[in-house]
């Protein structure tokens, strides 16, 4: 065991000269790092009477608004994702199996696709308050219902939609468990509620408190649902600030304090754990009891998992379905299959090229395993935790300065004007998604990097291989099922991605959300489902990955 373990710990063979994948590890990392230091040195620039304006008028709107969003999707996501991941775990009831895999289905729905649908059916003007009125003979004055364009309908909305984060961490780390901790609880007399508590509970919290904390990265960077339901908050500001009083540096600015915000969460998450380590003392793993439940708590368990996928995925796929039905012969035309190509060529060529920038991160990481490049790619990968307006206002202004740099340049010397080579093109686009969604595909990499043993490497130096010939014929066709999953899942997440979008896309270019957000804006919500449908449907495609290595995750079986 011990010679085992001294193999294991042994140093990774440098293959060859690792210096010219060092150099491109830490071009790439510092590429991807540029536009949040981009951001947070804006800070340091005068913004002129735009930011007086916004401080002494929407600026603490801003502030309450984001703040009460980030509580209430808290609160929710917990009670929601921590409760049903336990049911489903530690219980028996009918239908648990369906909802082990049911609860993580509004993963696939983006936060606007959601906004769109209640909007539609709550609003003042949607079937179920029409359909109130004409029961029971009220008019606008003799009745009160929960408006949903508000702070109150947005939680709701982002809650459904996200505690799936919140979900599938708390479950894999309930299924991680050893029952001997469980049995020792009850054998101290505690029962199920309690042994929850204080067993369980303490036991799931750090992967508690970083779904949540996953929860409330996205709620700070969504956009197209608090736009759509008329609640103010930091990214909508930057939005207003840009295009509304026509100022960039006070959009940086308000990016900037964003970001600051979403640097705090992080630090909150990191401060929360403390001191405190909670480990297992046993390495006994047998499959888990669960506690029959009958009667009224069988109904209630199965109303509670109910509720958040009828919520979260059936009723708003439901109500898109017959949009998409209704509209489909004059929607599924021409300009759809051009939107659909947009998309799905975007997020083919992002993932492509964040798996890529992710394998030469990990391989420069692997052939010199220093601190520089380990803190490199940590740095490089923090663009998932960033929302996508912050993303693409950080991209914008290095290209655009790039671009009129060249642009004068071209002109003084030859007289020739080159226009926008950057800003206006794609490669703003590709730029954003690479950043933001870098840190999905790094992770899936370095995972699968790490089950390749160094012997391999060894022979493949015996064999005269250098470190790309090692990489490519050792390497990669060991990884490849990871490298597949990992592009889809920032493929997924490309289709889905709206802020960045909007602002840096070329002129008439536009993709399956950016109509959806359109449609929707202008009321025509019927017309937006096609959009929103397919998108959805794309989605469902993580899912089921998440949901087969969920289910693989406990040692020894469930």
């Known amino acids: 065991m011990t010679a085992i373990a001294a193999d294991a710990g042994a140093s990774r063979p440098s293959l060859g000269r690792p210096g010219v994948w060092t150099v491109a590890g830490l071009a790439v990392a510092g590429l991807a790092l540029l536009p949040i230091l981009v951001v947070a040195g804006s800070v340091l620039l005068p913004a002129g009477d735009v930011w007086a304006h916004l401080s002494a008028t929407v600026l603490p709107r801003y502030l309450w608004n984001t703040a009460g969003l980030v509580a209430g999707v808290g609160i929710v996501t917990v009670v929601i994702g921590v409760g049903s991941a336990w049911l489903v775990t530690m219980c028996a009831f009918p239908g648990r199996r369906v909802f082990e895999w049911a609860l993580l289905l509004p993963l696939a729905m983006p936060a606007y696709a959601i906004a769109y649908t209640y909007g539609g059916m709550f609003d003042f003007a949607g079937p179920v308050q029409t359909s109130l009125r004409e029961w029971f003979g009220w008019s606008r004055g003799d009745y009160w219902f929960p408006p949903v364009r508000s702070l109150g309908g947005a939680i709701i909305v982002l809650g459904v939609v996200l505690y799936p984060y919140v979900y ?66 930091f990214t909508t500001g930057i939005f207003r600030t840009w295009h509304g009083l026509g100022s960039l540096r006070a959009a940086t600015q308000l990016a900037a304090i964003l970001l600051a915000v979403v640097f705090a969460v992080l630090a909150l998450e990191r401060l ?5 380590r909670y480990h297992h003392t046993s390495t006994r793993y047998r499959p888990l009891p669960r506690y029959p439940l009958r009667g009224w708590r069988a109904a209630a368990a199965v109303s509670a998992c109910v509720l958040p996928v009828f919520l979260g995925f059936l009723l708003p796929v439901g109500r898109l379905a017959a949009w998409a039905l209704a509209t489909a012969p004059r929607m599924l035309d021409a300009s759809f299959a051009r939107l659909a190509l947009n998309s799905v060529g975007l997020a083919a060529a992002a993932s492509a090229i964040a798996v890529a920038v992710a394998v030469t991160l990990a391989w420069a990481i692997r052939l010199r395993p220093g601190r520089t490049m380990r803190i490199a790619a940590r740095a490089a990968s923090m663009g998932y935790a960033i929302p996508g307006a912050v993303v693409a206002v950080g991209v914008l202004v290095p290209l655009a300065w790039f671009d009129n740099t060249l642009d ?54 015996t064999l005269g291989l250098g470190p790309g010939a090692t990489l490519r014929r050792v390497h990669a066709p060991l990884m490849a099922g990871s490298l597949l999953t990992a592009g889809l899942l920032v493929f997924v997440d490309v289709m889905k991605e709206l802020p960045a979008t909007l602002v840096l896309r070329p002129f008439n270019f536009d993709t399956l959300a950016v109509r959806a957000f359109e449609l929707a804006s202008d009321e025509r919500l019927a017309d937006a489902a096609n959009a929103a449908l397919a998108i959805v449907l794309v989605g469902l495609i993580p899912v089921i990955l998440l949901s087969r290595a969920i289910a693989r995750s406990r040692p020894g079986g469930q």
């Open 272 to 276: 929360s754990r403390g001191g405190k």
């Open 408 to 461: 004068g340049l071209m002109r003084e010397t030859f007289g020739v004007s080159t226009g926008l080579v950057l800003s206006g093109t794609v490669v703003a686009l590709l730029f954003a998604y690479v950043v933001r969604f870098l840190s999905i595909s790094l992770n899936a990499v370095e995972s699968s990097l790490g089950r390749v043993t160094a012997d391999m490497e060894r022979s493949a130096r």
């Open 168 to 233: 599938m961490l708390t479950r894999a780390a309930f299924l991680e468990q050893s029952v001997c901790a469980l049995e020792v609880g009850r054998s101290l007399g505690a029962g199920p509620w309690r042994g929850f508590f204080r067993v369980a509970l303490p036991l799931a919290r750090p992967a508690i408190v970083t779904g949540i904390a996953l929860a409330l990265m996205e709620t700070l960077g969504d956009y197209g649902a608090v736009q759509y339901l008329a609640v103010d908050t």
